[in-house]
């Protein structure tokens, strides 16, 4: 049985701008200090992740980030950050890029076996922002939005990966899917949020995991069955492209020569070992089933069609021209009747709950949070004064006022969803 090799989509990112960045951080494990923008990005997401869930949005401690390998406090906002957080959730869900809908998978783990090169098992392990039937989300919180245009989303690894894994997962519908950045621009005298969308084909996924993927994924094995150790850094070829990504690589002051890799981690020691209970944490998980492996093979098969053609071209060593996939044809999700009630508070051109069975009201059956902002700026009524029933079994909903009477019903309830 191969040796395996866990390797997540940042950390594909991170090879492709540096073999050596990737190696000193992922495989030697290296401690990066944990910077403010990590800390403001972790809880935006938590947030994001609560809303989609249908619970409270601002729990105690919301503020708090945590450590998803160890549970650990890494960080926490202060008053100035709480409030722009808000703002800037609060913006995304007037606009429409947060909406509450039984179709949409927030924070979907994934672990897949996906080939062996260079003698390794390929696991690929990650978590995915938003998955719907027709695409990926990827919140980013940023203060320079200018490099999260189309072009970049076009050629970004993470999303590219994200797409054929959940194709493979069977996780999506179509010939084609909608990747798309949720920026959150934190600016605070300007907080505001932008959607960035680009469409692609399973014929342009299938080019990017043969002629892209693939041979980077070659790359990044043959350097770790190299052996590299610490020791031997400077033996790492090094890409000085990637010194400023970013803010700047972390590991710039030994590749420079102004410390040691020893110094260099002496410097973290007095911060504790969080660094290393981190590591420990995530080997326990490579070493386990707690992201379970999904077997389905429906969708997109991209992923094992090109991959079985890959390994085996490389390892026959012949030059052969490889064939594109079979195309799939898969079903077209249903359109939504336009035709619906309105619950008082609601906002007739809020984007949140545009295909909610009543307008005001999410696809879960819960009052929608952007008409909720919209009521109480307005003073429209305020839905805690109404009553909001759902039998997810025959797919009825009714709004009843404070009297019982009903003021606004549907049939269009999606069966199954829990109210």
Same mark, same amino acid.
């Given at each position: 049985?191969?040796?395996?090799?866990?390797?997540?989509?940042?950390?594909?990112?991170?090879?492709?701008?540096?073999?050596?960045?990737?190696?000193?951080?992922?495989?030697?494990?290296?401690?990066?200090?944990?910077?403010?923008?990590?800390?403001?990005?972790?809880?935006?997401?938590?947030?994001?992740?609560?809303?989609?869930?249908?619970?409270?949005?601002?729990?105690?401690?919301?503020?708090?980030?945590?450590?998803?390998?160890?549970?650990?406090?890494?960080?926490?906002?202060?008053?100035?950050?709480?409030?722009?957080?808000?703002?800037?959730?609060?913006?995304? *869900?007037?606009?429409?890029?947060?909406?509450?809908?039984?179709?949409?998978?927030?924070?979907?783990?994934?672990?897949?076996?996906?080939?062996?090169?260079?003698?390794?098992?390929?696991?690929?392990? @990650?978590?995915?922002?938003?998955?719907?039937?027709?695409? *990926?989300?990827?919140?980013?919180?940023?203060?320079?939005?200018?490099?999260?245009?189309?072009?970049?989303?076009?050629?970004?690894?993470?999303?590219?990966?994200?797409?054929?894994?959940?194709?493979?997962? @069977?996780?999506?519908?179509?010939?084609?899917?909608?990747?798309?950045?949720?920026?959150? *621009?934190?600016?605070?005298?300007?907080?505001?949020?932008?959607?960035?969308?680009?469409?692609?084909? #399973?014929?342009?996924?299938?080019?990017?995991?043969?002629?892209?993927?693939?041979?980077?994924?070659?790359?990044?094995?043959?350097?770790?069955?190299?052996?590299?150790?610490?020791?031997?850094?400077?033996?790492?070829? %090094?890409?000085?492209?990637?010194?400023?990504?970013?803010?700047?690589?972390?590991?710039?002051?030994? %590749?420079?020569?102004?410390?040691?890799?020893?110094?260099?981690?002496?410097?973290?020691?007095?911060?504790?070992?969080?660094?290393?209970?981190?590591?420990?944490?995530?080997?326990?998980?490579?070493?386990?089933?707690?992201?379970?492996?999904?077997?389905?093979?429906?969708?997109?098969?991209?992923?094992?069609?090109?991959?079985? #053609?890959?390994? #085996?071209?490389?390892?026959?060593?012949?030059?052969?021209?490889?064939?594109?996939?079979?195309?799939?044809?898969?079903?077209?999700?249903?359109?939504?009747?336009?035709?619906?009630?309105?619950?008082?508070?609601?906002?007739?051109?809020?984007?949140?709950?545009?295909? @909610?069975?009543?307008?005001?009201?999410?696809?879960?059956?819960?009052?929608?949070?952007?008409?909720?902002?919209?009521?109480?700026?307005?003073?429209?009524?305020?839905?805690?004064?109404?009553?909001?029933?759902?039998?997810?079994?025959?797919?009825?909903?009714?709004?009843?006022?404070?009297? @019982?009477?009903?003021?606004?019903?549907?049939?269009?309830?999606?069966?199954?969803?829990?109210?």
């Amino acid at each position: 049985m191969a040796k395996q090799t866990w390797l997540s989509p940042s950390a594909i990112n991170e090879a492709d701008s540096c073999i050596r960045k990737w190696l000193m951080g992922r495989k030697w494990k290296l401690p990066r200090e944990q910077k403010h923008s990590q800390t403001l990005g972790l809880v935006l997401h938590a947030v994001c992740d609560r809303f989609y869930r249908g619970e409270e949005l601002y729990p105690p401690n919301w503020e708090v980030a945590y450590s998803k390998y160890t549970g650990d406090e890494e960080g926490r906002l202060g008053k100035a950050d709480q409030a722009l957080v808000s703002a800037l959730v609060n913006a995304a *869900i007037a606009e429409g890029i947060l909406i509450q809908d039984p179709g949409i998978e927030s924070e979907k783990e994934f672990k897949l076996h996906l080939a062996v090169v260079n003698g390794l098992q390929i696991v690929l392990t @990650g978590c995915v922002d938003v998955v719907t039937p027709e695409s *990926i989300d990827d919140h980013k919180v940023t203060g320079a939005p200018r490099y999260y245009n189309e072009k970049a989303l076009r050629n970004a690894h993470p999303m590219l990966i994200y797409a054929a894994v959940m194709a493979h997962e @069977g996780k999506l519908e179509g010939e084609s899917v909608w990747l798309r950045y949720n920026l959150f *621009i934190k600016d605070p005298d300007n907080p505001k949020v932008k959607r960035v969308s680009v469409e692609v084909t #399973q014929e342009e996924l299938s080019a990017y995991v043969k002629n892209t993927l693939m041979p980077l994924l070659d790359r990044m094995t043959a350097a770790e069955v190299k052996g590299y150790g610490k020791e031997d850094w400077a033996s790492v070829p %090094c890409d000085e492209r990637a010194c400023d990504d970013y803010g700047g690589c972390p590991f710039r002051s030994i %590749c420079s020569g102004k410390e040691s890799v020893d110094e260099y981690c002496r410097r973290f020691a007095d911060s504790g070992d969080r660094e290393g209970e981190r590591n420990k944490a995530l080997a326990r998980l490579q070493g386990s089933s707690e992201v379970t492996e999904n077997k389905k093979e429906t969708g997109m098969n991209i992923l094992k069609t090109v991959t079985q #053609q890959y390994t #085996q071209s490389t390892q026959s060593k012949e030059t052969t021209t490889t064939p594109a996939p079979e195309a799939v044809v898969l079903q077209t999700a249903p359109a939504v009747a336009t035709d619906r009630d309105m619950a008082p508070w609601a906002n007739p051109e809020c984007k949140a709950c545009a295909t @909610g069975p009543i307008g005001g009201i999410t696809k879960l059956g819960k009052a929608c949070p952007g008409c909720k902002l919209y009521a109480k700026k307005t003073g429209l009524p305020d839905p805690a004064d109404y009553e909001i029933i759902a039998d997810t079994d025959s797919g009825t909903l009714l709004v009843l006022n404070g009297d @019982g009477e009903e003021v606004a019903s549907s049939n269009a309830l999606s069966v199954g969803v829990a109210a």
